[in-house]
């Protein structure tokens, strides 16, 4: 009996070590010195426990009461550990309900045009579009003319790498231009190839939802879900005006789908690591080249089949993709504004693709977000403009939810000339998608118990202000 106890004991143990080695490995990987010594402090104590079992057993001393009660008390232990940490808690009502989950009360359609991004990217001073929008909201003519004088929506681009670092500059307006060049009507809302014109496919809806899904992972998406467009995501009125369309300025932006293909990109670890370095911009800017590279295919492919289809990214939006993101599943909303997806955490990109083409849509998840971000607060006490709030979620436009500050966090990106992603880079969920990292994710998405302890955790192991990290020498800044 003693020995198969022992043997479970030492096979319990030199997994954990195993891991705890795995761990260490990571941490070293990731560059996080502070992480890594830790780890190898755990790994060191591990492989301890397990040569203090195999020293007991050859002495003898298992075969005594003492020993077989402790074998069976650290057993017992373990078991007791596992399931605390393992075993599916209580799931989250309102996050299994999507976005409907968290409505409150009255939701009205956000106009682009009030959009931080839209107001100091498009409108230009001295125009008709300029003095029609401040007269309609004059509470932010004072605040966006202080941001133009700084030198536009980043202000100096790299300002914080001094001097300007203009080889990281280059590669991130090299990315952005992508985006740009598929912003004409033709590529984001796609005619058939003449070949296909008016030759509609006949697909039922699970062989297509099953062709959308595969062409998209296959076009380099990390993660793609369906839902039905709920109409309050939807803009109300064009506001971002790119290739001098200004007769689509202050449009009302009609519900003419039904359904939206929402997918994720993810963002480069090592260079959102140098968070809020000019590195950081790189790896947004490549992850939006990217979405409008696969959206706009994708877009032209459900065009092909005969259905209409619109691209959703960096410079075409006709909705609000977290929400829809929320809807088809990928993931929940954080305390600090973004996706939270299981995998990545916030670490990700979004790009959509809308059309009436008859698809299967995905349910919302519950993976334990909410109940995270509300004891973690690490992105908040790190943010360097205090933008992400610190008390729990209230009603914002009729939705129960946590409110970034989007003008102080945009006056903060003018001051640095990077969109700063400092709050992506301390996220808990943000590490490397490694083994053991996998391992963390999966049990704080499952479990209560686990999100209160790796937490916690992640301050010892990591800091409570984790500081940025080095860039590839490639992307190295001045």
């Not at 909201?137 to 203009?166: F, H, N, S």
């Not at 004409?184 to 039922?204: C, L, M, W």
């Not at 973004?338 to 955490?345: A, E, N, P």
């Not at 996220?427 to 209560?448: E, G």
């Amino acid at each position: 009996m003693e020995n198969f106890l022992f043997f479970v004991a030492l096979l319990s143990a030199s997994v954990q070590a195993f891991i705890g080695l795995a761990y260490c490995v990571s941490c070293v990987w990731e560059k996080e010195s502070r992480a890594a010594f830790f780890s190898t402090l755990q790994f060191i104590l591990m492989l301890g426990l397990v040569l203090a079992l195999i020293y007991l057993e050859r002495i003898g001393f298992f075969s005594t009461e003492a020993g077989r009660l402790l074998l069976i008390l650290g057993l017992i232990s373990g078991v007791v550990l596992c399931v605390l940490l393992m075993r599916k808690t209580g799931q989250n009502a309102r996050a299994l309900e999507g976005t409907r989950g968290a409505i409150v009360g009255d939701v009205k359609r956000v106009d682009e045009r009030d959009v931080v991004f839209a107001r100091n990217r498009t409108i230009r001073p001295g125009s008709e579009q300029y003095r029609a929008y401040y007269a309609m909201r004059p509470e932010y003519e004072k605040m966006d003319a202080a941001r133009r004088k700084k030198g536009g929506p980043l202000g100096q681009p790299g300002a914080i790498d001094k001097p300007k670092d203009r080889p990281n500059i280059a590669a991130t307006l090299s990315s952005q231009g992508i985006a740009l060049n598929l912003s004409a009507s033709e590529t984001y809302q796609p005619a058939a190839h003449p070949e296909f014109k008016e030759q509609r496919v006949e697909i039922s809806p699970q062989e297509a939802s099953r062709r959308i899904k595969g062409y998209t992972l296959n076009l380099g998406a990390k993660q793609v879900g369906i839902t039905k467009i709920n109409p309050l995501w939807l803009y109300s009125k064009r506001g971002e005006i790119f290739r001098e369309n200004w007769e689509d300025w202050g449009k009302e932006i009609e519900a003419t789908h039904t359904y939206a293909v929402v997918f994720t990109t993810e963002m480069a670890f090592e260079l959102v690591g140098t968070a809020p370095h000019t590195p950081t911009v790189i790896a947004s800017m490549s992850n939006y080249a990217q979405g409008a590279f696969i959206a706009t295919q994708l877009a032209a492919y459900v065009a092909n089949l005969g259905y209409s289809a619109t691209a959703n990214h960096l410079r075409h939006y006709d909705a609000a993709l977290v929400p829809l993101a929320v809807d088809a599943g990928l993931g929940e909303t954080g305390r600090l504004g973004y996706l939270m997806t299981k995998d990545f955490g916030p670490r990700v990109r979004l790009a959509a693709v809308t059309t009436d083409l008859e698809l299967v849509v995905d349910s919302p998840v519950d993976i334990g977000v909410e109940d995270f971000c509300k004891r973690c607060k690490k992105c908040a006490n790190c943010c360097p403009s205090n933008s992400i709030p610190l008390a729990d979620p209230t009603e914002v436009n009729g939705t129960l939810r946590w409110k970034l500050n989007a003008e102080t966090c945009f006056d903060y990106w003018g001051k640095v000339g990077t969109d700063c992603n400092v709050c992506m880079r301390v996220c808990p969920w943000s590490h490397a998608n490694t083994f053991p990292h996998k391992i963390i994710r999966t049990l704080i998405s499952r479990n209560r118990l686990s999100r209160r302890l790796f937490y916690f955790m992640d301050d010892i192991f990591y800091g409570r202000k984790p500081t940025s990290k080095p860039a590839p020498q490639w992307a190295r800044f001045s």
